[in-house]
């Protein structure tokens, strides 16, 4: 009983953080002048992705007194949470607008913001896919590849910051829905006031997500669950929450530009960066449900990249990621 009275709280406090966080972040890419692509893809991606990137690293270095334990949630975690984006999410994201677009609606997302952020993904992706099978030693050959890691976010963030300009002058500027909550306190809207206001969701952001997480490895206990299972399919599905709602309270105002690219942003931070700490820091060898998942999260994004290039996306194009996260669920539970 206290365990699903946990839950429903942390789900709420998620719930209203996100609209906080949005909130603040639209007047706040309004204000510098930034497009959507880059608030998405960027701020908020990032900003939502500090959940789950914190779970790897509290498990790599103040986990449990098993080291194998530690490693394996830290695999675990840092790999399921591109697989929750780029399948259960993107669906979600569909299924959310589902009722009012029809199965045969569009999505229009800013087209070529899309498409490299699922390049990029798919690049570092693949950099992570072949390290697995690095041996150990030297160690001069891993630290080879978690730099060609890093660089690759680095090049990602240059490119999208350096189109920035253009995508504004051609109409997909950031643009503030309404008055900013603080504001409605009768707080000036300044600099300072929004990031306040943007501090403090992601604050409850990174609140909630810690309180399921603790609820959901409590009810995991209840039915028993491996390490390695645990931390690839349950801990992302908490720790993802706040991408999930951002995206579906944007794709529901017609902001599919921000929706898309607060997921694929996202995807492309923790399919770059994390892996190259899970590179330095744990074996990262290729067991079965890594590479699985592997698999199955590169599988989604190629379809995602080929819906991005063809440009026309309709609602239910996002349903297959559905079926590859129903299929990655079932093999791990039932094989």
């Known amino acids: 009983m206290a365990t699903g009275l946990e839950l429903v709280f942390a789900l709420l406090l998620i719930l209203v953080a996100a609209e906080v966080f949005t909130n603040a972040l639209e007047h706040f890419g309004e204000r510098i002048g930034i497009s959507e692509g880059v608030t998405g893809s960027l701020f908020a991606a990032v900003g939502t ?20 334990v530690n490693e394996e949630i830290g695999v675990g975690a840092i790999l399921g949470a591109p697989l929750m984006l780029s399948t259960l999410s993107i669906a979600l994201m569909g299924l959310s607008v589902l009722k009012r677009r029809g199965a045969m609606g569009h999505l229009r997302p800013e087209k070529t913001g899309l498409q490299r952020d699922l390049f990029f993904f798919l690049i570092a992706f693949g ?19 978690a730099g060609a890691l890093v660089m690759t976010y680095f090049t990602y963030v240059m490119i999208t910051l350096k ?16 008055k900013m909550f603080l504001c409605r306190l009768g707080l000036p809207e300044h600099m300072a006031v929004i990031l306040v206001q943007m501090a403090l969701g992601l604050a409850l952001l990174i609140g909630g997500a810690k309180t399921f997480v603790h609820g959901v490895e409590q009810f995991s206990d209840l039915v028993g669950i491996s390490p390695l299972l645990l931390s690839l399919l349950i801990v992302p599905i908490a720790t993802e929450l706040p991408e999930k709602v951002n995206s579906i309270l944007w794709i529901r105002r017609g902001k599919d530009t ?13 399919g770059s960066l994390l892996p190259a700490i899970g590179l330095m820091l744990t074996p990262w060898q290729p067991s079965t449900e890594v590479l ?15 819906l991005a290039r063809q440009g026309d996306i309709r609602v239910w194009h996002l349903m297959p990621n559905l079926a590859l996260y129903v299929l990655y669920v079932g093999v791990m539970l039932f094989a």
């Not at 990137?53 to 007194?65: E, H, N, R, W, Y």
């Not at 699985?292 to 080929?306: E, L, S």
């Open 163 to 178: 189109v920035s300009a253009k995508l504004v002058e051609e109409g997909h500027a950031t643009q503030a829905e309404g």
């Open 258 to 270: 921000l929706a898309f690219g607060n997921i694929t942003g996202a995807m492309v931070f923790q």
């Open 127 to 145: 950099i992570a896919l072949i390290a697995l099978f690095l041996p150990m030693e030297p160690k001069g050959l891993r630290f080879f590849f």
């Open 292 to 306: 699985i998942g592997i698999i199955v999260t590169y599988v989604a994004g190629i379809w995602m990249f080929m």
């Open 49 to 68: 992705a500090m959940p789950e990137s914190i779970v790897p690293l509290v498990a790599i270095f103040a986990g449990t007194a098993s080291a194998q």
